[in-house]
C-alpha cells in the first residue's frame, strides 16, 4: 500500500508541476503571481519533479517552438518524425540539453518572460542531484516494497517528467479526436486525459493558447483548471485572460 500511495503522489504532484508551472506558467503565462509564490512554486517543482526536474526556462522554450512550428520537422517533439514515442523522446531529450545550454539557435526568438532561480536550475540539472533523488526512491522502495514487481515501477519515478511529456506530445497529435483545424496533428484525446491532468486537450490547446481552461465542450473536464481557479480565487494567483466558450466556434 505505502509504495503504491508513494508511486501515485509523485506522478499526480510531479504531472501537476508540469502542466501548472512549467506549462501554463513559464512557457504561457497564463496566470501571474508574486515572487514569494513564483520562488515557491520553483522550488515546489524541483522538488516534486525530483531526479527528472525540467528547466523552466528550457521547458518554456521548446513549448513555444512546438506552437510555433507544431508537426513540422522544426517541432522538437512530433509523433510524425520520430518511429516511436522513445526515440521521440531521446530526440527531445538532445534538443532539451542544447536549448538549456544556449547552444540551440531556433531557440533564441522564443528567449524571455520565464521564472528564473539560478540556484535550483543548477541544482536540479547536476548529476548528484539526479543521482540523489533516485537514490531515495530506491530507499523507500527497499523499505517498504513487499513483492519484487513493484521495483519496476522504478524507471518510472527516474523519467518522471519526460514520461509525461512523451504521453502528451505521442498520444495528443496521434488519437483521439479534433474540434478545430488548426492545420496540424493535435487532437483531444480525452480517453487518455486520467494521466494528464488536461493536457492531452492538445487541439483545444492549440487553436487557444491563452486559454487558461484546456476543455471546451461541456463534458472535457480540465482538472488542472480547477486548481487554478481556486487559487486565482485564493489571490496566490491572477488569471491574465478569461476566453468563454461561448465566444468560440467549436466544430459539431
Not at 18 to 28: I, S, W
Not at 43 to 62: D, E, K, M, N, W
Not at 139 to 156: K, V
Request: hydrophobic residues 45%.
Amino acid at each position: 500500500m505505502a509504495i503504491l500511495v508513494f508511486f501515485v503522489a509523485h506522478y499526480y504532484l510531479s504531472l501537476f508541476t508540469q502542466t501548472f508551472y512549467l506549462h501554463r506558467y513559464a512557457a504561457h503565462k497564463m496566470f501571474t503571481m508574486n515572487k514569494f509564490w513564483e520562488r515557491f512554486f520553483f522550488l515546489f517543482t524541483y522538488i516534486c519533479q525530483g531526479s527528472s526536474f525540467l528547466s523552466p526556462r528550457a521547458y518554456a522554450l521548446l513549448h513555444r517552438m512546438h506552437h510555433a512550428y507544431s508537426d513540422t520537422e522544426m517541432d522538437p517533439h512530433s509523433p510524425l518524425f520520430s518511429s516511436n514515442a522513445f526515440s521521440m523522446m531521446w530526440k527531445t531529450k538532445n534538443i532539451y540539453n542544447d536549448v538549456l545550454n544556449r547552444n540551440y539557435a531556433a531557440a533564441e526568438r522564443f528567449e524571455g518572460d520565464y521564472p528564473e532561480w539560478n540556484l535550483i536550475e543548477n541544482i536540479g540539472d547536476k548529476w548528484y542531484s539526479r543521482l540523489g533523488w533516485g537514490t531515495a526512491y530506491v530507499l523507500f522502495y527497499i523499505n517498504f516494497a513487499t513483492a519484487w514487481w513493484q521495483y519496476l515501477l522504478l524507471p518510472i519515478h527516474f523519467l518522471m517528467g519526460p514520461i509525461h511529456g512523451a504521453i502528451v506530445n505521442w498520444g495528443g497529435h496521434k488519437y483521439g479526436y479534433q474540434n478545430f483545424d488548426n492545420h496540424d496533428h493535435s487532437k483531444n484525446t480525452l480517453a487518455l486525459d486520467f494521466l494528464a491532468f488536461g493536457e492531452l486537450f492538445q487541439n483545444n490547446h492549440h487553436k487557444l493558447p491563452m486559454r487558461v481552461n484546456f476543455g471546451v465542450k461541456w463534458w472535457e473536464f480540465d482538472p488542472t483548471y480547477v486548481a487554478i481557479w481556486t487559487l486565482d480565487k485564493a489571490r496566490i494567483i491572477k488569471i491574465k485572460r478569461k476566453v468563454t466558450a461561448q465566444k468560440l466556434q467549436v466544430a459539431a
